[in-house]
């Protein structure tokens, strides 16, 4: 019976090494009764085909053999994984957003927004990666968490949360304020600028008109989040998310639009923003354009640091979101 | 079209739902025949014989864990036409056997209650 060695050798190829002879001694005993069984006299290799096609795929009888389901991280680890998952994310994320920060203000060397944006999206599966290679170690070690499920109080359940309501007020304002400065943007850029109180001159801002589309990419996407938002009428989950995408985005632009304006400065060899306002009596032309300038700068500075506090701030109430009430509360029918 | 689609969805679902429920009768079946010696195979006529039809690819996995559980023995002997590995209930495997017995006597008396209407 050949067919038999031929299944037999192949159910070894996926079994446990532990009892591995044993199990194969045993099941080729087994597949033999069976086919003796059914056959009268000498049994046929048919008749061998059927018993194995009844046995089942030597994959799956082999599987049926390790000692449990195999995970690669099994749900007694999983609600673990799902925490630090998102601690691990939300750590790196934030850590980033400061380094940009950090290198936008204090560092000399010009940062570069696209590679950070880049630098960003490519953290986020690495640190997935490591985390799962390191629960999956914790699977392979037979690792069970002791969750203390056994003396949990219902009394410590969180509060039910309020803040799933969106606040309507706040999001009419933004929408109208962003509509306003799109058009002011799409259809008036050359008005963008500012006006000097001495000889009444109109000086267009050179930066904001070279990074015009960029601008007007996160507007665009700013406001139809928030229209978006004021139709579903709550915060779900996916919202937060693209909430903070939004927000890195603006930020990643507003960083380009400062890094323009410190070079549009560095090119004329502008005095500080202080220095500049104590020489405002003898000033001549250039020098109000500079000055016009730095309070651009200045403006957007305030603008890039509000927006990043905001966003680690969003991700730290997602991650606590999470950990508090899991997925399905943003779910929830508003009904 | 999408009626055959139900169907089979249905019938996929019994399937599942029936696996569910043999499942952990399987391990009564197996210990309550295993009060004398017996290999693999003659376990599954002996099953066949009272109307429980099970794999042969679910019954040798099955009976490895409950070895490995202590539930039972086994040992190779070699005096029939082939070697074949032959299980017993463990003094363990016969106190749960007898606990387990009185389980399934609760189940059954619950749910023939709970049935009462679809029964009939």
């Known amino acids: 019976m050949k067919l038999i060695d031929r299944y037999i050798q192949e159910v070894k190829r996926h079994l446990p090494r532990k009892n591995r002879q044993d199990i194969l001694a045993e099941l080729r005993s087994a597949l033999v009764d069976a086919v003796e069984d059914r056959a009268a006299g000498e049994p046929t290799e048919d008749q061998a085909a059927e018993v194995l096609k009844e046995f089942g795929p030597p994959r799956e009888v082999a599987a049926s053999y390790q000692p449990e389901t195999q995970y690669l991280i099994g749900p007694a680890l999983f609600p673990l994984f799902k925490m630090v998952a998102l601690i691990a994310l939300a750590a790196v994320v934030g850590a980033q957003l400061l380094a940009w920060v950090v290198a936008i203000f204090l560092a000399g060397e010009s940062f570069a927004p696209w590679d950070a944006l880049a630098g960003l999206l490519s953290s986020i599966p690495m640190t997935l990666g490591w985390v799962v290679v390191v629960f999956y170690l914790l699977q392979r070690a037979e690792v069970q968490p002791d969750l203390k499920s056994e003396d949990w109080n219902p009394y410590e359940l969180p509060e039910v949360q309020a803040g799933e309501e969106i606040k309507r007020g706040e999001l009419i304002t933004g929408i109208v304020f962003s509509v306003l400065l799109l058009v002011l943007f799409t259809f008036f850029p050359e008005k963008v600028g500012f006006l000097t109180t001495e000889d009444w001159v109109f000086y267009t801002n050179p930066v904001i008109l070279r990074y015009l589309g960029w601008i007007t990419a996160s507007l665009v996407a700013g406001i139809t989040l928030n229209i978006y938002l004021l139709w579903q009428g709550r915060w779900t989950p996916l919202t937060r998310v693209l909430k903070i995408a939004v927000n890195i985005f603006n930020i990643a632009v507003l960083a380009v639009l400062y890094q323009g304006h410190v070079a549009w400065l560095a090119e004329r060899d502008a005095v500080g923003f202080l220095s500049t306002v104590e020489r405002i009596p003898e000033m001549v032309g250039g020098s109000w354009q500079e000055l016009g300038m730095q309070a651009f700068r200045m403006g957007l500075g305030i603008a890039l640091l509000v927006t990043v506090i905001e966003t680690v701030i969003l991700v730290v109430r997602r991650v606590m979101i999470s950990l508090n009430n899991g997925e399905e509360r943003g779910q929830l029918p508003t009904g | ?120």
């Open chain 2, 1 to 120: 079209m999408l009626d055959m689609m139900k169907e089979t969805q249905f019938s996929e679902l019994y399937e599942k739902l029936t696996q569910e429920l043999r499942r952990g009768m399987l391990v009564l079946a197996v210990l309550s025949r295993l009060d004398e010696k017996r290999y693999g195979y003659d376990l599954i006529s002996r099953l066949d014989e009272k109307g429980l039809e099970i794999e042969q690819g679910t019954l040798y996995p099955l009976l490895r864990r409950l070895e490995d559980q202590g539930l039972l023995t086994s040992e190779w002997n070699v005096e029939g036409s082939r070697p074949r590995r032959y299980y017993l209930l463990s003094p363990d495997g016969e106190r749960m056997l007898d606990e387990l017995t009185g389980e399934w006597e609760t189940i059954v008396e619950t749910m023939q209650g709970l049935l009462e209407n679809q029964l009939q």
